[in-house]
Protein backbone atom coordinates (compact mmCIF):
# COMPACT_ATOMS: atom_id res chain seq x y z
CA UNK A 1 0.00 0.00 0.00
CA UNK A 2 2.32 2.81 -1.33
CA UNK A 3 -0.22 4.95 -2.26
CA UNK A 4 -3.05 5.81 -0.05
CA UNK A 5 -4.84 6.77 -2.31
CA UNK A 6 -4.97 3.53 -4.61
CA UNK A 7 -8.23 1.57 -2.92
CA UNK A 8 -10.30 4.45 -3.57
CA UNK A 9 -9.71 4.43 -6.93
CA UNK A 10 -10.20 0.46 -7.55
CA UNK A 11 -14.00 -0.85 -8.54
CA UNK A 12 -15.62 -3.29 -5.96
CA UNK A 13 -14.03 -6.35 -8.32
CA UNK A 14 -10.27 -4.87 -8.04
CA UNK A 15 -10.42 -3.79 -11.56
CA UNK A 16 -8.39 -0.43 -11.59
CA UNK A 17 -10.55 1.44 -14.33
CA UNK A 18 -7.60 3.59 -15.52
CA UNK A 19 -6.36 -0.22 -16.61
CA UNK A 20 -9.62 -0.78 -18.31
CA UNK A 21 -9.59 2.52 -20.36
CA UNK A 22 -6.25 1.70 -22.00
CA UNK A 23 -6.82 -2.04 -22.34
CA UNK A 24 -7.70 -3.18 -25.92
CA UNK A 25 -8.59 -6.66 -27.89
CA UNK A 26 -5.41 -8.34 -28.69
CA UNK A 27 -6.83 -9.53 -32.17
CA UNK A 28 -8.43 -6.73 -33.19
CA UNK A 29 -6.84 -3.44 -31.52
CA UNK A 30 -10.28 -2.01 -30.43
CA UNK A 31 -11.26 -0.89 -27.63
CA UNK A 32 -13.33 -3.26 -25.08
CA UNK A 33 -16.19 -2.83 -23.07
CA UNK A 34 -15.96 -4.29 -19.55
CA UNK A 35 -19.13 -6.39 -18.11
CA UNK A 36 -19.16 -5.92 -14.72
CA UNK A 37 -21.94 -8.31 -14.15
CA UNK A 38 -19.76 -11.21 -15.88
CA UNK A 39 -16.68 -9.61 -14.86
CA UNK A 40 -15.55 -10.29 -18.24
CA UNK A 41 -13.87 -7.23 -20.79
CA UNK A 42 -15.43 -7.52 -24.12
CA UNK A 43 -14.38 -6.96 -27.78
CA UNK A 44 -17.36 -6.40 -29.88
CA UNK A 45 -15.35 -6.88 -33.00
CA UNK A 46 -13.96 -9.91 -32.21
CA UNK A 47 -17.12 -11.67 -30.63
CA UNK A 48 -14.93 -12.34 -27.62
CA UNK A 49 -15.13 -11.94 -23.77
CA UNK A 50 -11.79 -11.95 -21.86
CA UNK A 51 -12.48 -13.23 -17.96
CA UNK A 52 -11.07 -11.23 -15.58
CA UNK A 53 -9.22 -13.30 -12.66
CA UNK A 54 -8.76 -11.79 -9.33
CA UNK A 55 -8.44 -8.15 -10.90
CA UNK A 56 -6.11 -9.09 -13.64
CA UNK A 57 -7.50 -8.90 -17.42
CA UNK A 58 -6.14 -12.21 -18.76
CA UNK A 59 -5.91 -11.25 -22.75
CA UNK A 60 -5.27 -14.31 -24.49
CA UNK A 61 -7.46 -15.68 -26.89
CA UNK A 62 -6.93 -19.37 -25.53
CA UNK A 63 -8.84 -17.94 -22.30
CA UNK A 64 -11.32 -15.65 -24.30
CA UNK A 65 -14.99 -17.01 -23.84
CA UNK A 66 -16.61 -17.03 -27.59
CA UNK A 67 -19.53 -15.29 -27.42
CA UNK A 68 -21.46 -16.94 -30.76
CA UNK A 69 -21.71 -19.69 -29.09
CA UNK A 70 -24.32 -18.45 -26.25
CA UNK A 71 -27.05 -18.18 -28.20
CA UNK A 72 -26.78 -22.08 -29.06
CA UNK A 73 -26.37 -22.72 -24.81
CA UNK A 74 -28.89 -20.51 -23.57
CA UNK A 75 -31.52 -22.26 -25.41
CA UNK A 76 -33.27 -23.31 -28.67
CA UNK A 77 -36.45 -24.36 -30.02
CA UNK A 78 -37.07 -27.50 -28.89
CA UNK A 79 -37.99 -28.51 -31.98
CA UNK A 80 -34.97 -27.64 -33.65
CA UNK A 81 -32.38 -29.84 -31.59
CA UNK A 82 -30.83 -32.51 -34.00
CA UNK A 83 -32.22 -35.41 -31.88
CA UNK A 84 -35.81 -34.67 -33.37
CA UNK A 85 -35.40 -34.91 -36.70
CA UNK A 86 -34.74 -38.82 -36.49
CA UNK A 87 -38.79 -39.58 -36.75
CA UNK A 88 -39.68 -39.62 -33.47
CA UNK A 89 -41.98 -36.83 -33.38
CA UNK A 90 -43.27 -37.00 -36.99
CA UNK A 91 -46.51 -38.55 -35.75
CA UNK A 92 -47.94 -35.13 -34.49
Not at 35 to 58: C, Q, T, V, W
Not at 64 to 70: F, G, K, S, T
Amino acid sequence: MTDPEAPAEFTPNGVDPRLLEILICPLTRQPLVYDRAENELISKKARLAYPIRGGIPIMLEEEARDMDELPELSGGAPDAMPGEESGEGEGR
